[in-house]
């Protein structure tokens, strides 16, 4: 048989007569899997595994999580309805229906705002795409669970608050 | 009357011995192969706080099966589609009546022998049921109608007849050594010194036999790195692919069954079954006395350091989780203080003068402790070589069984022969 185009070393090498009768190297493989069991029976603590829902990792101030509406002083959103993330979103989850501000300065607000989170990809588009600074990927919740897929269609009020709980 | 009570309570004792290791092996299984590889392994079932270091997951998964639907196969063979589960368990637990737990128990005057059923035809006893257990593999791949099963269940015969014939050559040349085919004999012969020094045990004067024999044990239980009957990244799993609820948890327990056979096996032809090494029965039996105290002390002294251990967890870990299981450190330093404290009123009944019928039960004690060391220790060989070898290829499988070992085993017999013809 040849290995051409192959890396050299690959293919079926011709055993050593060491190698050949295994039983040496099985004694080897043997230290090696005892060593890292002793390792990790007597130095429990430095196992990388996290206990995830105790422990949390923690992640960059850049991390891209759950979006959030930002709020003007009067607790009103900033968003002016201008459609510019709903247009860039690739996934197409941002969904609003813009009407008329009272206050004459301010041309729109949304009447309605739904992201649906199970079609978005957290690319963090819309927020580059706002020009009113109003939506942010900033909260850094990413455990994002619910029991029922209506429930991952989060509303105005939902993002302006910004519950953190968990809960939907 | 005496002796069918005598018996009953050999086979309770066996029993129990087989369904606690079990439980303990699929333990050993899971925590082991998590260390091996660098993970925590299972910590999170727990019973009122109480996590046991994952061996609470066996109950768990006890009582998942058991409420599990038991989804079958439309077009199985009805009667061998039950019956090969039960005889996977059957054929596990049949092999341990002629294997000897301990020499000899003295009760009340009378003398028990520790073993089930001492055949004189022990050996072949276990040679015949061992290979029963393909059967359980065969009919479970044929049964339940399906390609990947059926294909499971040719390899494990395949397999079966290649490793069989070099595991029965191997023990040959054992009892050419002991010169009966009776386990206690086996024993009870390896229980002496060769040049004064070296237990005369059957990996001392048989080391090529006792390789034989554990690469065709490893074979025969179907395990790592002979696992080709139920070789998930072939054939799904194997021969219990249609297998769910608790008929699939049979197989399970089957498999760890079958690891304790096996591990009881080489402790009993390879390791001096019961013997202690340079503590034979006599003298356990002068001795019996110091012996329980310093066992005593010993174990009053490990239980204590656990439970320092685990008090420097009670501080370490206060409040860590927020609910039951911050109790546990403090349980688990109670239970070992409370285990050393035991000891150490063990002591109050002064056991270094007891007499000679205590010392006789206290003997019989020691080596059916020392039967369950090795055990536990090949059982957890099985384990290790598990998680450090990966699987051979088929061909790679029948090559070793037939051209290598099956020669090598030929030779040591005649080797050995000769050897005890002429010496």
Known sequence: ?168 | MTVVMDTLSKIGFMFALIMGMVVVLIWMERKGAAFIQDRTGPNRAAILGVRLAGLVHPVADVFKLLFKEDVTPANRHKALYNLAPMLAMIVAMATYTVIPFGDYLNVGGRTIPLVVADLEVGLLYILAIASLGTYAVVMAGWAANNKFTFLGGIRATAQMISYELSMGVALMGLVLIFGSLRLTDIAAGQGDLILGFLPKWGVVVQPLGFLIFLTAVFAETNRNPFDLPEGESEIVAGFHLEYSSMKFALFFMAEYAHMVVGAALIATFYFGGYQIPYMPRPFLEAHAGSLVTAKLVGVALVSFLFAMLFLRRVQREKGKFGDLRDNEPRLGMGLWLLVGLGCLAGLGLKPWGMGPEAASIAASLFQTTMFVAKVVFFAWLFIWVRWTLPRFRFDQLMQLGWKVLLPLAIANLVVTALVSAFV
Not at chain 1, 67 to 75: C, P, W
Not at chain 1, 138 to 159: H, Q, S
């Open chain 1, 1 to 168: 048989m040849s290995f051409e185009g192959l890396p050299k070393g690959s293919g079926n090498k011709k055993l050593s007569w060491r190698d050949s009768i295994y039983f040496w190297e099985i004694l080897r493989g043997l230290g090696v899997t005892m060593r890292h069991l002793l390792k990790n029976i007597f130095h429990t603590d430095d196992m990388p595994t996290m206990q995830y829902p105790e422990e949390k990792r923690v992640y960059s101030d850049r991390f891209r999580g759950r979006h959030r509406l930002t709020q003007r002083e009067d607790g009103s959103p900033r968003c002016v309805a201008c459609q510019m993330c709903s247009t860039v979103c690739p996934a197409d989850c941002i969904s609003i229906d813009g009407a008329e501000h009272p206050d004459p300065t301010i041309e729109k607000f949304p009447e309605t705002f739904t992201i649906d989170l199970l079609r978005c990809v957290y690319c963090g588009l819309c927020e580059e795409a706002c020009p009113c600074d109003a939506i942010r990927m900033d909260t850094g919740i990413y455990e994002i669970a619910a029991d029922d897929r209506k429930k991952f269609i989060v509303d105005k009020d939902f993002l302006l608050n910004n519950k953190t709980d968990g809960t939907y």
